[in-house]
């Protein structure tokens, strides 16, 4: 178990890696689309495009990153109210879950991702291969998959789980939204 911990550690570093150079470089390309076409007066061909494939790409990356330190989205009103020894089952149930239907998700996506890449189709702004962008479907599922099933053996062998703060990530997630409390302060002025 010590030992799959140290290669999803390894693993989490180079997605974080990717994710970040995905981010930069979709920065970067509206940031030189918008300076050229307002300076300059020249469009580039498939910037929008190549930023909306990163986009999806950091998506499915980012997602990945987010299970492996429990902040994936979830209702945890049940969870918070139950005590911890139905809360461990309930975490476990929840990992389990979570790990079949990323699998079948995966699954899924790499049949499509097959399919596209056998047609040879081509983005429509941009001379690459339409398959890429699919493949960030089954790769995504399949690493959330993967980190849901670590999530489980963890928890159910008591092994210690990544913390937001190995990702720089504040260790605690605000319990109330400021949107939410600056309505509420101006319907009760």
């Given at each position: 178990m010590?030992?799959?911990?140290?290669?999803?550690?390894?693993?989490?570093?180079?997605?974080?890696?990717?994710?970040?150079?995905?981010?930069?470089?979709?920065?970067?390309?509206?940031?030189?689309?918008?300076?050229?076409?307002?300076?300059?007066?020249?469009?580039?061909?498939?910037?929008?495009?190549?930023?909306?494939?990163?986009?999806?790409?950091?998506?499915?990356?980012?997602?990945?990153?987010?299970?492996?330190?429990?902040?994936?989205?979830?209702?945890?009103?049940?969870?918070?109210?139950?005590?911890?020894?139905?809360?461990?089952?309930?975490?476990?149930?929840?990992?389990?879950?979570?790990?079949v239907?990323?699998?079948?998700?995966?699954?899924?996506?790499?049949?499509?991702?097959?399919?596209?890449?056998?047609?040879?189709?081509?983005m429509?702004?941009?001379?690459?291969?339409?398959?890429?962008?699919?493949?960030?479907?089954?790769?995504?599922?399949?690493?959330?998959?993967?980190?849901?099933?670590?999530?489980?053996?963890?928890?159910?062998?008591?092994?210690?789980?990544p913390?937001?703060?190995?990702?720089?990530?504040?260790?605690?997630i605000p319990?109330?939204?400021?949107?939410?409390?600056?309505?509420?302060?101006?319907?009760?002025?």
């Open positions: 010590h030992a799959a911990a140290r290669i999803f550690r390894y693993l989490d570093g180079l997605i974080s890696v990717v994710a970040g150079i995905a981010l930069w470089g979709m920065t970067l390309v509206l940031f030189v689309g918008s300076v050229s076409r307002y300076f300059a007066d020249v469009a580039f061909v498939g910037g929008a495009e190549l930023a909306r494939y990163l986009m999806v790409w950091l998506t499915f990356l980012g997602s990945y990153l987010l299970v492996r330190v429990q902040r994936h989205i979830v209702v945890d009103l049940l969870i918070n109210a139950v005590p911890p020894r139905t809360r461990r089952i309930m975490m476990l149930i929840i990992s389990l879950v979570g790990a239907l990323t699998g079948y998700l995966a699954f899924l996506g790499w049949r499509l991702t097959s399919l596209i890449f056998g047609t040879g189709q081509v429509s702004s941009l001379p690459i291969m339409r398959g890429w962008i699919y493949l960030s479907v089954p790769v995504g599922c399949g690493l959330m998959c993967a980190a849901y099933v670590f999530d489980f053996l963890a928890r159910l062998f008591d092994v210690p789980l913390k937001p703060e190995d990702f720089d990530m504040s260790p605690e319990q109330e939204s400021p949107i939410v409390h600056d309505a509420a302060e101006a319907a009760k002025g």
